[in-house]
């Protein structure tokens, strides 16, 4: 639907404050809420979980099924316009809200990241554009297809075409017994089978669009996993290669154009080996909200991605990004929660709070935990930025701070 800029601090027609909704409660729709508050917005949660992050601070808080319809009628007649935190949202409940209200991203560009054969298509019809391919996949629904997989394509990574996140739902095999095996270990589902590539490295690029087609990028992001789960994320000058990161930011902005996108989308890349002594572009996956990988923008930028989240569903410009400072962002899972001195709690000890105040006596450090009421083994529960003036002091800080926590080296 097409709006006029949302003004924050003004009243909508029906003669309440503008309202901006969320589907879902996670960290991510917590930090849209806090951006949207401290603009003047109010704010409407639609989550199940009576203790969700987003819905603990948020003017209205919807504990229902995201499909629930009467959950999704009363978030409509609160909100002025509506966004996502997550992807696996249903693409229904959004084209539902859409028939009266402006929501960005669209149902469509949602469902597009919800299913990775739909996503490998959409980086296929991009390539053209912007360069930048997927790695050699195949899909697999059924038993023919399997058989059918050629062998250049082995060894991959078998990953499930839908659901899966941090890892979950993917398995590496090496030959085609392994990808059997693998297939039925996965309930036979719809999959995706993708070649494994030489990695050199990984990287994410955050874009802003909106509804105008104006487009802004974030500083390209270095990032490395642990366990499919993001680690560690570098941003400063000389962290991605130049010509590499000018590759990547200019393939997002097409994927995002290409899909007519609204809002803050992230995709992600792996630097691969180009048998030449050089490297390349691979791309791999797209998030249509905000993304772990962006979060030093809250402390080492003059503009957050949640702000620009906000200024791209409110319908307001949306200024280029600067970075003011070098920055490394540590993600905090609930693993932490249960070391003590870096040696894992026996069954039955209760959680205890990481050393804070050492950390953030440290120069440059900030802490933001996302109000989750419990801790476990992989929960995502916070992050930290370091900021400083320089990448050698920047480097020097986080190397002490993840000393202090017992996590792994800066690699």
């Not at 009243?11 to 589907?23: D, E, K």
């Not at 859409?98 to 739909?118: G, I, K, M, N, Y």
Request: hydrophobic letters at 45%; aromatic letters at 6%; a negative charge.
């Amino acid at each position: 639907m097409s709006m006029q800029p949302l003004l924050p601090g003004n009243l909508s027609s029906a003669g309440q404050s503008i309202t901006l909704g969320v589907m879902g409660g996670g960290q991510l729709g917590r930090m849209f809420v806090q951006a949207a508050q401290a603009m003047g917005y109010f704010t409407a949660v639609l989550d199940p979980d009576p203790a969700s992050p987003a819905g603990l601070i948020s003017h209205h808080h919807i504990q229902t099924a995201y499909d629930d319809p009467a959950g999704l009628a009363e978030l409509a007649k609160l909100c002025d316009a509506v966004t996502t935190e997550f992807e696996n949202v249903p693409a229904p409940a959004l084209r539902k809200l859409a028939e009266t209200r402006p929501v960005a991203p669209s149902a469509d560009c949602v469902a597009v990241a919800q299913d990775r054969l739909q996503e490998k298509a959409h980086f296929v019809q991009c390539a053209p554009i912007s360069g930048v391919f997927p790695a050699p996949y195949a899909g697999i629904e059924t038993a023919e297809q399997l058989a059918a997989v050629t062998d250049d394509l082995l060894p991959g990574i078998l990953k499930t075409a839908r659901l899966g996140y941090d890892g979950k739902g993917q398995i590496r095999v090496k030959n085609r017994a392994e990808l059997e095996a693998a297939w039925a270990k996965l309930g036979g589902v719809t999959c995706v089978l993708e070649k494994l590539m030489p990695l050199q490295s990984e990287c994410s690029v955050l874009v802003a669009r909106g509804a105008d087609g104006q487009t802004v990028c974030f500083p390209v992001q270095a990032n490395t996993h642990h366990d499919g789960i993001l680690a560690i994320t570098e941003v400063f000058e000389g962290a991605v290669p130049a010509e590499l990161a000018a590759r990547a930011q200019a393939s997002t902005v097409a994927v995002a154009n290409h899909l007519n996108y609204v809002g803050v989308l992230c995709v992600e890349y792996f630097v691969v080996d180009n048998g030449a002594g050089g490297s390349d572009l691979i791309v791999n996956e797209m998030a249509p909200r905000p993304h772990n990988s962006g979060h030093y923008t809250q402390n080492a930028c003059d503009v957050s991605q949640f702000e620009v989240q906000v200024r791209a569903l409110a319908g307001l410009p949306l200024n280029t990004p600067r970075q003011h400072s070098p920055s490394i962002m540590v993600n905090l899972l609930g693993d932490l929660w249960f070391d003590r001195n870096g040696v894992r709690a026996q069954a039955g000890e209760q959680p205890v709070s990481p050393p804070w105040d050492a950390v953030l006596a440290l120069p440059g450090t900030h802490l933001h935990l996302y109000g989750k009421t419990s801790a476990r083994k992989g929960r995502k529960m916070g992050h930290l930025n370091v900021t400083g003036a320089t990448v050698a002091q920047v480097r020097a800080t986080t190397a002490k701070a993840l000393a202090l926590l017992g996590l792994p080296p800066l690699p």
